[in-house]
């Protein structure tokens, strides 16, 4: 889970998974949120360095977990 209210403009941009639902867990980058939901680019036709140009998802911060600065995991292995 992450805090919303903890998020700063240094979160822009950091990997999260995504592990709600019915779905496989997926991996994604943090655009942007408000006081409910963080919006997350979880398809940006591999490229990720230009994700802030795709539309992020609201997604529950319930349902997220931060990954480290490379999109990596023990916890998960993640294909794309």
Known sequence: MIDVKSLTEEDVGRWVVYEGGFCLPQ??????????????????????????????VATDPKDLEFLDEKGNTTLYLLSW
């Open 27 to 56: 991996k994604g980058r943090i655009k942007s949120w408000n006081d409910k939901y963080i919006f997350v680019v979880y398809k940006c036709n591999g490229e990720w360095d230009r994700y802030q140009d795709y539309t992020g």
